[in-house]
Structure formats: C-alpha cells, structure tokens
Nanobody
Framework: QVQLVESGGGLVQAGGSLRLSCAASGRTFSMYTMGWFRQAPGKEREFVAAIAWSGGTTYTDSVKGRFTISRENAKNTVYLQMNSLKPEDTAVYYC????????????????????WGQGTQVTVSS
C-alpha cells in the first residue's frame, strides 16, 4: 500500500495563500488519480479537488478559481495551491489516492480512495 505524506499547512490570514504538498511512495504514482479532501471540526470530510492520471482536474464549487491542483510525476508529488483563502477553508487537509489504476470517474466519493495521508492543518484567521 502506498504511503502519503502531506506538508505545507499552517496559519494564514484571510486572503493569503498556502501550497500543500503530498509525497507518495512507490513507482506507480503516475497511474493513479490523486485527490485532496478536508475536514473541519464537527463536519464530515469533504472533497476539495482531484487530478487524474491523465492530468484532468476536478474541483468542488467552493474552491473553483481559488485553488489549483497539480502533480509532478517525476517527484511522486501532488500539490494544492490555495489562494484567496477564507476562514471557512480552515480544516485538516488530506491527500488520497483513488483506487484502481487509470480510474476516470467518481472522484468526489471518498469511499473510492484506497490510501490516505495523515493530514495537515490549515487555519485561516479573519
């Protein structure tokens, strides 16, 4: 099973930016869709963004135009660039690998992801 390690979280003022990174182990990284999810206190985990093995991207509506997901297969790393951050973006952010090589659907369903990182805290102050 792949290991995923997130980094880059922290405390930022509203309107600021952060870039999250997720480093994956193994040699098949490029074959998998990768996703970012987040969980705020007292709320369920929610989908944020995904990037397919093909490079196609999907975002939840609340982050469109502010967040950008990207991947660097040579480094086994997926990124989440977060701009114009809002207090409601405060959450623990998790990186995850979509189960099944060359998957091309159902990116928003957390149950379809087979590996998860430990999470990184993002706090946006008003």
């Amino acid at each position: 099973q792949v290991q995923l390690v997130e980094s880059g979280g922290g405390l930022v003022q509203a309107g600021g930016s952060l870039r999250l990174s997720c480093a994956a182990s193994g040699r098949t990284f490029s074959m998998y869709t990768m996703g970012w999810f987040r969980q705020a206190p007292g709320k369920e985990r929610e989908f944020v963004a995904a990037i397919a093995w093909s490079g196609g991207t999907t975002y939840t509506d609340s982050v469109k135009g502010r967040f950008t997901i990207s991947r660097e297969n040579a480094k086994n790393t997926v990124y989440l660039q977060m701009n114009s951050l809002k207090p409601e973006d405060t959450a623990v952010y998790y990186c995850a690998r979509r189960g099944g090589v060359y998957s091309s659907n159902d990116y928003m369903n957390s149950g379809k992801y087979d590996s998860w990182g430990q999470g990184t805290q993002v706090t946006v102050s008003s």
